[in-house]
């Protein structure tokens, strides 16, 4: 297999959850909704409940829905590496998994480019999000619609990584509800995404680590500091390490030679 | 004397304590049509899963044209094609999708890709569903289509896993005669697994798998006259029984 091969093999990929995402309006719509529903709601009741002081990667003070904003780019994120993880559930219990694991193109190959096909998708629909909140008066310096793509990138592929991870435990789609549960939930409350971690830490110090080692904590501040044209090292950092280690064992779940996938038909 | 398309050696493997394939060795030669004859629980869909590397094959060896399944994975998958059990079609992509789909895993340019397409779908005469989702063709029709995809990338050995079940009692042996007919005139070698001793026929090769193990392996006619049965249904219920009588022996 040449390195054409590999090309080809990941534009199949790419289209494929493309394709399926286009068709699926109902997801792409409720991808769209659910944060702008934070936006306009939430944001709106809270906004003078919550004040925020002026923290880096802002220059003054600042709307609540501006704080916010950053969060709910990672909650498109958050939610479509899940929903990635529940596409592959689907496709090994409607056995299109079989047809993706005939390949001749190596697995771990194709466990990235279903990585970065996810994460195509997401990156698209934060586009739009961004598009829209831009009439909430969300108004990065233009630069930055620039400057967050591999942001997003970095932070879309550790979450849909994360979700890959998942998608090797969960045995059948209605399993999914406990990943909204104990995943979804958690992970986006238990981070920056709405409160500042300094807030955090003056009502609790054991939910302030808790935020701190949450790898969502750091995909979100890495998105808000690419927003505003600054780099947080720290949070590039962590989320790289963090999708080392989910990569690695998205890899390790769907080797064959250490399968869980064989070990648990065996059970089953 | 031309490598077999697919070679099965020693092959053995376990759930736990529970042996569920003993000692598995066959061949398919190229232009063979061979049926893996074996009731429920035989050993054939974990023989399936190891064939097709779903599974990790632990002790023995499987092969392809001389490409081991683990050590040369890539030119083994390569020439391989197969049609599973479950349809593995999404539903909601077209006909043309689904199959361009499996052109790209196997990393075919899309002008080589179309041409194969369109001839493959030709020969099944459902070129003019191209451009038709999935969901709308019939259990008979997807699996043409999903016999078709499989012949996309142009394999020396073709699997086929209970390929005819769920399907109409007129559709199989259509299915049954295109497979063969494509054995006869591509030099495909195709392992046909089934629990319908009828899908044989007279002239196939037939491998016979019962609790894991082979009890035979040849043409039918030689099976047949082994056993001193008069068709296929008598010689299969006679090595049964026989294997039956030594497991309880033993």
Known sequence: MKPIHYARCLGGIVQRESLRWIQQYSRFISALVRPLVWLAIFAAGFRFVLGVSIIPPYETYIPYEVYIAPGLVGMIQLFNGMQSSLSMVYDREMGSMKTLLMSPIPRWFLLLAKLLAGTVVSVVQVYVFLGIAWFWEIEPPLWGYLAVLPALVLSGLMLGALGLVLSSFIRQLENFAGVMNFVIFPMFFASTALYPLWRVKESSLWIYWICEINPFTHAVELIRFALYLRFNPLAAAVTIAYLAVFTALAIFAYDPSRSLMARRDAVA | ?250
């Open chain 2, 1 to 250: 004397m031309s490598l077999p398309a697919l070679a099965v050696e020693r092959l053995s493997h376990s759930f736990g304590p529970r042996k569920v394939l003993d000692e598995v060795s066959f061949s398919v030669m190229p232009g063979d049509f061979t049926v893996l004859l074996g009731p429920n629980g035989a050993g054939k869909t974990t023989l399936i899963a190891l064939i097709t590397r779903l599974y990790h094959c632990k002790t023995g060896k499987i092969s392809v044209l001389g490409n081991d399944m683990w050590r040369h994975p890539s030119a083994a998958l390569a020439k391989t094609g197969v049609v599973f059990q479950q349809s593995t079609l999404d539903l909601d992509l077209t006909v043309g999708q689904n199959l361009y789909y499996h052109t790209a895993l196997h990393g075919m340019a899309r002008r080589q890709a179309k041409g194969r397409i369109e001839a493959e779908l030709a020969r099944i005469h459902m070129l003019d569903r191209l451009n038709d989702k999935a969901r709308e063709l019939s259990g008979g029709q997807r699996r043409r289509v999903e016999l078709a995809r499989a012949l996309l990338h142009e394999p020396a050995f073709l699997l086929l896993d209970e390929p005819t079940a769920g399907l109409d009692i007129e559709t199989r042996p259509l299915l049954l005669e295109h497979v063969r007919r494509l054995c006869a005139e591509r030099q495909l070698a195709a392992l046909w697994t089934t629990h319908l001793i009828e899908e044989a026929g007279t002239d196939a090769k037939v491998v016979v798998l019962n609790q894991g193990k082979i009890l035979a392996d040849g043409p039918v006619a030689a099976v047949v006259a082994s056993t001193g049965s008069s068709d296929l249904h008598g010689a299969f219920d006679h090595l049964t029984k026989l294997a039956a009588t030594a497991r309880a022996a033993a």
